[in-house]
């Protein structure tokens, strides 16, 4: 395949998993009790980073762990029998996203109240309500990554079996633009709470904008696995192949 269609289709799976929030939520929760508790704004830049850092190290793992065992893994196990799996599975997950993502219910409080499991939901806000040092915001980092897998396994595990398919110097910028996109939103809102903005405006913006970006996720996943049916299944089409 050319090295711009992988790229292409990179691009895309990490703008859709950036486009998922429980990262972000769980950052706003360990900004609100930090400040609760009257931090200092030092103290709040050094948790909010570290969170960050545990999220990009995560999906720094996560996508070379896919990628390796693809390179090692693809030509005897990856038919096009795998790849019509994987392409149902995005499909499947754009669905869910459009229809599970948000909780509904005239109980729910919170307007960008998320799918996980109550005890998780549970589980999280209270680690980021008792996390005072850098190492436990850096595993709050991490969980929310972990946590959030089944939404975005499907593009991250597309994303790693194409980049195993390049030169390793290729790889390397696939996996640099991968974990730079997908950890954008969370970069950026930790700059703009660290800046000293109103966590409350940061969640009425989420609030107001949360359906647009549901519906944008749950669409590029379809939009990735149309890409993909077309450079597997019928490649003259574009003159690639795989």
Sequence with gaps: MDNWMILLV???????????HLSISVLTLLSG????????????????????LGSICSTILIFSTFAHFGGIF??????????AVLVGILVSAGVATWI????????IRNGTELWVPR????????????????????ALGVISVLSELLFYFAPLVVSALFASRVSPAFQFAILVIYVLISNLPIFSIACI???????????????????????VSGLGMIVLAFIVGVVIFTPEILGVSL
């Design 74 to 83: 693809y030509n005897f196990v990856f038919s096009k029998v795998v790849w």
């Design 193 to 215: 709470i660290s800046g000293g903005h109103p966590i409350s405006e940061i969640q009425v913006w989420r609030n107001k904008n949360k359906r647009f970006l549901q519906f």
């Design 33 to 52: 009790h930090t400040l609760s508790r009257k931090k200092s704004q030092l103290q709040l830049t050094k948790l909010s980073m570290s969170l960050v």
């Design 119 to 138: 005890p998780l939901a549970k589980y999280l806000n209270n680690r980021a309500s008792k996390t005072k040092h850098s190492a436990e915001a850096f």
């Design 100 to 107: 599970f993502y948000y909780r509904r219910g005239k109980n």
């Design 10 to 20: 990179v691009i895309l799976a990490a703008m859709v998993h950036a486009s998922f």
